[in-house]
Every structure is written in structure tokens, then in C-alpha cells.
T-cell receptor, first 113, second 111 residues
Framework: NAGVTQTPKFQVLKTGQSMTLQCAQD?????MYWYRQDPGMGLRLIYY???????DKGEVPNGYNVSRLNKREFSLRLESAAPSQTSVYFC????????????FGQGTRLTVV | GQSLEQPSEVTAVEGAIVQINCTYQ??????LSWYQQHDGGAPTFLSY????GLEETGRFSSFLSRSDSYGYLLLQELQMKDSASYFC????????????FGSGTRLLVRP
């Protein structure tokens, strides 16, 4: 049982390049989340999807877009990468919007040069 | 806006007890969770409090006081493997149920 799978695990981008971070969960969860983690800043919510077909902004959505492709998959897109987007990105899922426990993927370490 | 405050670092001795506090100011409140994250790893769920009081799970306990907007995580019989970062997280009580995290407390357990 893989849980939450993120690809890629590592990525280096040049400023202005675009890329999509992929996330898939096999737990039949309804809700999915994208967070970024910077040193000393904890986890900050970028976007989330309460259920298939819905997405909403989190705390730091600027510079990002998301797609809830189906119930399993939730992708995060950087249209024009900036050095300020250098971070570790985590995808997470929970059974329902109000479920207490969220399950996290192993993260994508992104460097923008 | 939302804010969750935690101490940035705590140091304790192996076998001891340590308490990590969390105060929050959020637009609505549905519950307080705690997550553990080892260096280079992903956050993993530890505990959850929706109502006031103490919840115990093995060596870990979590407490919540909604009237004080305050909670804590209590770790007993500390082991070296408990060295990690600990995050409190609030499930917002508005219709979004967003999960918002604090900045984390880095716990160092010394021999």
C-alpha cells in the first residue's frame, strides 16, 4: 500500500521555467493538500481540494496553480519558477475534509536557480 | 488571519518528560492535531484533540483547552529516537476545514 506518492523527489529549475509536481494517493481519500516547507516556517498550505472537482486557495497560493485530475491525483504547477519558490513541497490527503489525520507524501525538494 | 505559536527549540535528557506548547488564533476551530517529522522525512500524525482534556497514546499525550486557545504535547520516557520536529496543526472550523500548521518545535534529546 503506497499511500501518498509524489514525483519527482528532487528537481532543479532555472528561473522562469515551468513544471508540474505530481501527487497520487491510493487510499480513496476525498481531500488532498499541497504544502511548502521552508526552514523555520513550518508547513504552509498552498492549495487544497476538499473533494474531487473542487479546489481552493490556502495561505500562500501566489505563483501556483493546481488541478484535481480525479479522486486519486492532485497536481501542483509552477508556471514561471522564481528563486523564492525554492522549498520542499509536500502533498497530503485525508479521508474527508474534517478527518483528523492527514497522510503525507515523502516530499519534492525543488531548487530554483 | 491564522496564527499558531510554538517554541522553536526544546532540549531534554533521555528518560525525562518534555512538554511542547501551542497557542492558536484562528477563524474557527475544529480540532488540534500534532505531527512528528524527522529530518528529511515526511510529517506523521501523532494525536488529535477536538474536546477539552487529555488524550493519551502510549508515551505521548496531548491536551487541549479551547477556552484558552491552548494545547500541549507531552512526551514521557524520552528516547533518542524522539529527536525530531513537532508541529501543532488546527483544523479550521469554517466550512473549509483547512489544516493549518504551526512553525514547529525542534526537540533534541540528549543522552
Amino acid at each position: 500500500n503506497a499511500g501518498v506518492t509524489q514525483t519527482p523527489k528532487f528537481q532543479v529549475l532555472k528561473t522562469g521555467q515551468s513544471m508540474t509536481l505530481q501527487c497520487a494517493q491510493d487510499m480513496n481519500h476525498n481531500s488532498m493538500y499541497w504544502y511548502r516547507q521552508d526552514p523555520g516556517m513550518g508547513l504552509r498550505l498552498i492549495y487544497y481540494s476538499a473533494s474531487e472537482g473542487t479546489t481552493d486557495k490556502g495561505e500562500v497560493p501566489n505563483g501556483y496553480n493546481v488541478s484535481r485530475l480525479n479522486k486519486r491525483e492532485f497536481s501542483l504547477r509552477l508556471e514561471s519558477a522564481a528563486p523564492s519558490q525554492t522549498s520542499v513541497y509536500f502533498c497530503a490527503s485525508s479521508e474527508t475534509p474534517g478527518t483528523t489525520e492527514a497522510f503525507f507524501g515523502q516530499g519534492t525538494r525543488l531548487t530554483v536557480v | 488571519g491564522q496564527s499558531l505559536e510554538q517554541p522553536s527549540e526544546v532540549t531534554a535528557v533521555e528518560g525525562a518528560i518534555v512538554q511542547i506548547n501551542c497557542t492558536y488564533q484562528t477563524s474557527g476551530f475544529y480540532g488540534l492535531s500534532w505531527y512528528q517529522q524527522h529530518d528529511g522525512g515526511a510529517p506523521t500524525f501523532l494525536s488529535y484533540n477536538a474536546l477539552d482534556g487529555l488524550e493519551e497514546t502510549g508515551r505521548f499525550s496531548s491536551f487541549l483547552s479551547r477556552s484558552d486557545s491552548y494545547g500541549y504535547l507531552l512526551l514521557q520516557e524520552l528516547q533518542m529516537k524522539d529527536s525530531a520536529s513537532y508541529f501543532c496543526a488546527v483544523r479550521l472550523g469554517d466550512s473549509s476545514y483547512k489544516l493549518i500548521f504551526g512553525s514547529g518545535t525542534r526537540l533534541l534529546v540528549r543522552p
